[in-house]
């Protein structure tokens, strides 16, 4: 369960962003200097946290004051198989070696719900049994643990902020969902269902994540944390909402489905309960501000 060192905001002297380049990280960006948060973004350009340099590199540049946000690493667009688990691994590993030369004042990871094991149970919390079951998330798994022991081990103020699917403009992965469903929709006037579209999931915009790990870098918070607001949704219902946003005729195109019918719903109680005043975007209103400027007038 997420508990704060300050339980009114405090601003920290200096947020360091790493992957300063990606989708979450960009809005994060925004979100910290619109919060007037001094920031410092560190790209892969700068410092690739795969090369045999990055752990020297990343330690040079921390100071005890910064608290240390990770939303790096490599999305299963960029790969699915070991060679990018390894990767990724090693990133993880160059930042554990950072982590103990420099010993920053908080480290905030950004992992995924995919880490919870959703057999057992149609209702997920912080609690939840985690069991990864791909490389992806067997990835996450192993960095919480990994980042986790060495934060431990060197008395660092450590969060885990497991979001739900991210969705939201400038997003480049084209996972099953509002992103892909919006471009096929303004692009071929069709949205593709697999099955009947009828599994569940819940997604939550881009700009609430953010704000959620805002939050955490200010209350200084420790433990796990979902990031998930509203309700889970069909998908059929997502590109309803989807093509209502597109105010236009889109044709809704079904495939067979390849796989087994999985739900997944998230109690949000403990997000709830660690920032009371916190209000997520509606899905409808996200899907409207995502798909802005994407279809043709």
Do not use: W
Request: with cysteine.
């Amino acid at each position: 369960m997420l508990t704060h060192a300050f339980a009114n905001p405090v601003q920290p002297s200096r947020v360091v962003i790493l992957g300063a380049g990606g989708f979450l990280a960009t809005e994060l960006l925004r979100v910290l200097k619109s919060a007037a948060v001094p920031v410092r973004p560190v790209s892969s350009q700068e410092i690739d946290l795969t090369g045999a340099s990055a752990a020297e590199k990343v330690a040079a540049l921390l100071q005890p004051d910064d608290s240390v946000v990770m939303p790096a690493g490599l999305t299963p667009d960029r790969g699915r198989d070991v060679g990018t688990l390894m990767k990724n691994l090693r990133m993880g590993e160059n930042m554990c070696v950072a982590l103990g030369r420099s010993s920053p004042a908080h480290f905030v990871y950004i992992s995924s719900d995919g880490v919870y094991d959703a057999r057992f149970s149609s209702l997920l919390d912080e609690e939840s049994t985690t069991e990864p079951t791909d490389l992806y998330t067997l990835m996450h798994t192993a960095r919480e643990r990994m980042l986790g022991q060495t934060c431990r081990e060197r008395r660092i103020p450590f969060t885990v902020v497991r979001p739900v699917a991210i969705y939201g403009p400038g997003d480049t992965h084209n996972s099953y969902g509002p992103n892909r469903f919006i471009r096929t929709a303004a692009k071929d006037g069709k949205i593709t269902l697999f099955g009947g579209g009828e599994e569940t999931r819940q997604h939550v915009f881009v700009s609430d994540v953010a704000e959620i790990l805002r939050l955490c870098v200010v209350h200084r918070s420790t433990g796990p944390i979902n990031a998930v607001t509203g309700d889970a949704i069909s998908f059929r219902g997502l590109a309803d909402l989807v093509a209502e946003a597109a105010g236009r005729s889109v044709v809704m195109e079904y495939l067979p489905r390849a796989n087994p019918i999985t739900h997944r719903q998230f109690d949000p109680a403990a997000l709830i309960k660690a920032f009371p005043h916190f209000r997520g975007t509606p899905l409808a209103a996200g899907l409207a501000r995502t798909a802005a400027g994407m279809f043709p007038a």
